[in-house]
């Protein structure tokens, strides 16, 4: 089963020039804390953007091409699904845009943490989807230099 973890400004904004817009210690921890000894799945940029590999995780990521680093490589996206759309395994999507996009359809669960700020310079957006075909509930609500957040768990009905 595959679940996103995604912070996300108020317009969807998820990045810029191949960084993150929104810098929340609570944030970096609820992921390292949700995502810790999981596989986590990303797209080729999202990997060029981390400093190595996350550790205590299956560093997977989608790529057309082969290079060092990642636990696996995936270059066939319909595959991986086969492989486990079925399976009781939670593996995080962890972005960016092209991959949330992809793997939306396929995802049970969402962790959002949804920033209370726009960014008119984001780069790279969530996907559009309908709330209603998912239960919301609030895990927390907090605020951080000046940003205000909640995190926010979407299951699909
Ligand atoms: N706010 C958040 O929670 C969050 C989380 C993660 C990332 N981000 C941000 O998102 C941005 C990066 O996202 P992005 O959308 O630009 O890029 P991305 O989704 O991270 O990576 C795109 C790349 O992944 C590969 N790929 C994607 N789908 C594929 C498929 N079906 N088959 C084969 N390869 C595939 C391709 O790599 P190749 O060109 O190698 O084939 C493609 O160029 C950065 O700014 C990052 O900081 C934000």
Same mark, same amino acid.
């Given at each position: 089963?595959?679940?996103?973890?995604?912070?996300? #400004?108020?317009?969807?904004?998820? #990045?810029?020039?191949?960084?993150?817009?929104?810098?929340?210690?609570? @944030?970096?921890?609820?992921?390292?804390?949700?995502?810790?000894?999981?596989?986590? !799945?990303?797209?080729?940029?999202?990997?060029?953007?981390?400093?190595? =590999?996350? =550790?205590?995780?299956?560093?997977?990521? &989608?790529?057309?091409?082969?290079?060092?680093?990642? @636990?696996? $490589? &995936?270059?066939?996206?319909?595959?991986? $699904?086969?492989?486990? =759309?079925?399976? @009781?395994?939670?593996?995080?999507?962890?972005?960016?845009?092209? !991959?949330?996009?992809?793997?939306?359809?396929?995802?049970?669960?969402?962790?959002?943490?949804?920033?209370?700020?726009?960014? *008119? *310079?984001?780069?790279?957006?969530?996907?559009?989807?309908?709330?209603?075909?998912? =239960?919301?509930?609030? &895990?927390?609500? #907090? *605020?951080?230099? @000046?940003?205000?957040?909640?995190?926010?768990?979407?299951?699909?009905?």
């Amino acid at each position: 089963m595959f679940t996103i973890i995604a912070a996300i #400004g108020k317009n969807n904004e998820l #990045g810029k020039n191949n960084e993150l817009i929104f810098h929340l210690k609570e @944030d970096m921890k609820f992921f390292r804390e949700k995502t810790d000894g999981h596989k986590i !799945v990303m797209g080729h940029k999202t990997w060029d953007s981390l400093p190595g =590999k996350l =550790k205590n995780r299956e560093n997977i990521v &989608i790529s057309r091409h082969d290079f060092p680093g990642p @636990d696996r $490589i &995936i270059h066939d996206f319909n595959q991986f $699904i086969d492989e486990y =759309k079925d399976s @009781d395994e939670e593996i995080f999507v962890i972005g960016g845009g092209t !991959v949330y996009h992809q793997f939306l359809p396929y995802a049970k669960t969402l962790y959002l943490t949804e920033v209370k700020k726009t960014d *008119s *310079s984001a780069t790279t957006f969530f996907p559009e989807f309908d709330k209603s075909d998912y =239960k919301k509930e609030i &895990i927390k609500k #907090g *605020s951080e230099d @000046d940003l205000s957040y909640t995190f926010a768990k979407y299951t699909k009905i």
